[in-house]
T-cell receptor, first 113, second 115 residues
Framework: KNQVEQSPQSLIILEGKNCTLQ??????????LRWYKQDTGRGPVSLTI?????NTKSNGRYTATLDADTKQSSLHITASQLSDSASYIC????????????FGKGNQVVVIP | NAGVTQTPKFRVLKTGQSMTLLCAQD?????MYWYRQDPGMGLRLIHY???????AKGEVPDGYNVSRLKKQNFLLGLESAAPSQTSVYFC??????????????FGDGTRLSIL
């Protein structure tokens, strides 16, 4: 069973609108949670990293939240742009760090004009 | 500053052929990783290295070998390619093995097709 579940699998939004992506995880014990953006044909690029004690972290128009008690995270995209079209991957780290990460399958976002 | 560079970007092989994928990083990172990404699945770790001269198995190591002779380079080898190894391969490097302070940096991938 996958330890990281992301929803929705895909969505289409109008340029300028906001959207929220969800990530639920079962990894325990928990160390940190990361959101990556992956453009088509490119490698993932880090957006945010949150540890147990952090509830929210922003990177420009991207805001990630974390509720370690319910094991849920969200990524909010504000005022979407065409360049936001990408896959957004949630990655959860437990006690073994980068040697044993749990990767979600990604949220595919398409922004249309 | 190039970051993580992977070569080649694309390759088509026949079953049974061998090849080596090269990953080079210019950030002086100790830790390097090889992943594969398949449709409908999350990234899966093949092998990793915690420093020059060291390698270790990840989640899906069968059919692959690796070497880290120089700190900046991490090579992934397929000795006898199989169609099941058709995938996109990503290399990553990091300064911090926990990921709490610094993220992994990924290359742009090698798209490999085995016929």
């Amino acid at each position: 069973k996958n330890q990281v579940e992301q929803s929705p699998q895909s969505l289409i939004i109008l340029e300028g609108k906001n959207c929220t992506l969800q990530c639920n995880y079962t990894v325990s014990p928990f160390s940190n949670l990361r959101w990556y953006k992956q453009d088509t044909g490119r490698g993932p690029v880090s957006l945010t990293i949150m540890t147990f004690s952090e509830n929210t972290k922003s990177n420009g128009r991207y805001t990630a939240t974390l509720d370690a008690d319910t094991k849920q995270s969200s990524l909010h995209i504000t005022a979407s742009q065409l360049s936001d079209s990408a896959s957004y991957i949630c990655v959860v780290s437990g006690p073994y760090g980068n040697n044993r990460l749990a990767f979600g399958k990604g949220n595919q976002v398409v922004v249309i004009p | 500053n190039a970051g993580v560079t992977q070569t080649p970007k694309f390759r088509v092989l026949k079953t049974g052929q061998s090849m080596t994928l090269l990953c080079a990083q210019d950030m002086n990172h100790e830790y390097m990783y090889w992943y594969r990404q398949d449709p409908g699945m999350g990234l899966r770790l093949i092998h990793y290295s915690v420093g020059e001269g060291t390698t270790a198995k990840g989640e899906v190591p069968d059919g692959y070998n690796v070497s880290r002779l120089k700190k900046q380079n991490f090579l992934l080898g397929l000795e006898s390619a199989a169609p099941s190894q058709t995938s996109v391969y990503f290399c990553a490097s990091s300064y911090d093995p926990t990921g709490r302070r610094n993220p992994q940096h990924f290359g742009d991938g090698t798209r490999l097709s085995i016929l």
